[in-house]
């Protein structure tokens, strides 16, 4: 009996069309968060450390990007789907 996949795990196998979600999904939950960033520091002081979360997020996820990491891009993108307003 094959047991299921993970989304993360089947980008991670290299499926060409979850690659492609992914190059889709993660520009989109950046963006997503840049907005949430925005909200979070209007907040003010008190929205500082969740500000600062995310930006160490986003600058992952640019770096993960420019370099083509895969994994890296896997992982920022779990990350940046935790956060809420």
Do not use: N, T, W
């Not at 008190?46 to 370099?67: H, P, Y």
Request: hydrophobic fraction near 40%.
């Amino acid at each position: 009996m094959r047991r299921p996949h993970s989304r993360a795990s089947q980008i991670s196998e290299g499926d060409e069309d979850v690659s492609e979600s992914l190059a889709e999904a993660l520009p989109k939950e950046m963006a997503r968060c840049r907005e949430l960033l925005g909200q979070y520091r209007a907040i003010g002081p008190s929205g500082m450390f969740g500000a600062a979360m995310i930006e160490q997020d986003l600058r992952r996820a640019d770096k993960a990007v420019m370099e083509g990491d895969v994994v890296a891009m896997i992982q920022v993108y779990e990350a940046l789907k935790e956060y809420e307003s």
